[in-house]
């Protein structure tokens, strides 16, 4: 597996906050999906409010 740092920005009260998760996944699209569903969880958000807007390996 390998590290992937997914970068972007979701809405919170005050408007967008950015984010840099970094997380170990097979792939890309593994990576932003593990991404999504933390974000979701964490903060109760929804896919439509958490934009991703880089993945570096």
Not at 9 to 18: I, M, P, Y
Not at 20 to 30: F, I, Q, Y
Request: aromatic letters at 10%; hydrophobic letters at 40%.
């Amino acid at each position: 597996m390998s590290q992937f740092t997914v970068s972007g920005a979701f809405q919170s009260r005050d408007g967008w906050a950015t984010f840099e998760k970094s997380v170990d996944a097979e792939n890309e699209a593994v990576a932003v999906e593990y991404v999504y569903s933390r974000m979701g969880s964490h903060h109760g958000l929804k896919r439509a409010q958490i934009e991703i807007s880089e993945v570096a390996e």
